[in-house]
């Protein structure tokens, strides 16, 4: 996630190691948007690798057990909401803010959606899930948002120096 976040984004625009909520807790890392003065708005974005319930799950479907895919998927599902639930209890202050579990591997992405978490995830714990790609995508799109508003504050300063060199 480190790395991802260093190839797209510039230092500035993200933290490692944010008190999101004032507290103790820290994320691992949280995109930061312009906010009102100084103070940023953080986008928590928090690791989360479910190694067991995964590895379980793969070993189940290896033997082709019908009762141990199931226990697995349960096992994973149940994992994923812990996570989710740790992330809505640790970083997010409804109903301002949402947060993002980064799911490190593609396999493991792939399985949460397939046992179809997305919207549960999203509506109950106001989280939304990226794995390597998806994090990626997101983080250019956030990166094109920063140049526009980047290109807004210059274009603001240039009018104004223009209403100065005018009077």
Do not use: C, H
Not at 8 to 31: C, H, M, T
Not at 49 to 62: I, S
């Amino acid at each position: 996630l480190g790395a991802i976040l260093a190839q797209i984004l510039s230092p500035e625009q993200y933290d490692e190691n944010v008190a999101v909520k004032g507290g103790s807790e820290r994320v691992e890392f949280a995109v930061k948007f312009p906010g009102e003065g100084d103070r940023p708005v953080y986008l928590p974005i928090d690791s989360k690798f479910p190694a067991d319930a995964y590895t379980r799950l793969l070993d189940a479907y290896d033997t082709g057990d019908r009762q141990l895919i199931k226990a697995a998927t349960d096992g994973l599902r149940n994992a994923v909401l812990k996570a989710a639930k740790d992330i809505r209890t640790k970083y997010i202050s409804p109903p301002y803010t949402t947060a993002i579990m980064f799911l490190p591997f593609e396999g493991l992405y792939a399985e949460v959606l397939r046992l179809g978490l997305v919207d549960t995830l999203q509506r109950d714990y106001r989280i939304n899930i990226a794995g390597p790609t998806t994090m990626a995508a997101m983080l250019n799109s956030f990166q094109m948002g920063f140049r526009s508003l980047a290109l807004q504050k210059q274009s603001g300063e240039v009018w104004d120096t223009l209403a100065k060199v005018r009077t």
